[in-house]
């Protein structure tokens, strides 16, 4: 059974800097591996999607990586502002899942000022 | 501007009211779903879609049935409301065989059974 785990659970930081949230799961056969932002009382919004095939995809400020075979992905935020304060998911599609998503428990966001 | 609806962002039933979530897809995707997310116990799959008329369990299908009588929409139904179905509820919905263009979620209907 897959299994989706996003280390740390909670983060705090000065506006500005550089962060990394870690997500990682047991089952590398995925099709591929999504993350979603959150905020409090609110839907999940979908900010990347990597390919199995890929490596890394980039949106602005945010690029995320997906290193398969070690069952392994980073979601890098350059220069952080408090409107990145969130929680934030990564969820995956396996290859024998059907089309059911597996998701972490997520990183809960605080970005200073 | 592709979106994934959900009728009410709150809503507040009483015990043993047959309550309806209804959501709303204007992407063509074969596939609905259905999650509740709770703290401490992250996001659970109560039933799932793949076409007009199917459904499938997820994990937590206990209290819970679904209506898919068109491909737009799928609908929730708890048959007798309990204060233990207080929650967040999120609908999602994605291409059956083009995997790689993920999921797209609703903004969430907050319940609130008292």
């Known amino acids: 059974k897959q299994e989706v785990t996003q280390i740390p659970a909670a983060l705090s930081v000065p506006e500005g800097e550089n962060l990394v949230l870690n997500c990682s799961f047991t089952d590398s056969a995925i099709y591929n591996l999504q993350w979603f932002r959150q905020d409090p009382g609110k839907g999940l919004t979908s900010l990347l999607l990597?390919?199995?095939?890929?490596r890394e995809q980039t949106s602005g400020r945010l690029n995320a990586s997906l290193d398969k075979s070690s069952g392994r992905s980073t979601l890098y935020i350059a220069a952080s502002q408090p409107g990145d304060s969130a929680t934030y998911l990564c969820?995956?599609?396996?290859?024998?899942?059907?089309?059911?998503?597996?998701f972490g428990e997520g990183t809960q966001l605080t970005v200073n000022p | 501007d592709v979106k994934v609806t959900q009728s009410s962002r709150y809503l507040v039933k009483r015990t043993g009211e047959k309550v309806f979530l209804e959501c709303v897809q204007d992407m063509d995707h074969e596939n609905m779903f259905w999650y509740r997310q709770d703290p401490g116990l992250g996001l659970r799959l109560i039933y799932f879609s793949y076409d007009v008329k199917m459904k499938e369990k997820g994990d937590i299908p206990e209290g819970y049935s679904v209506s898919r009588e068109k491909k737009e929409r799928f609908s929730l139904i708890l048959e007798s409301a309990s204060t233990n179905q207080t929650s967040m509820y999120l609908c999602?919905?994605?291409?059956?065989?083009?995997?790689?263009?993920?999921?797209?979620f609703g903004s969430g209907t907050r319940l609130t059974v008292v």
């Open positions: 969820a995956v599609i396996g290859e024998t899942s059907g089309s059911r998503l597996t």
């Open positions: 990597i390919q199995s095939s890929q």
């Open positions: 999602a919905s994605s291409f059956l065989d083009r995997k790689n263009y993920g999921y797209t």
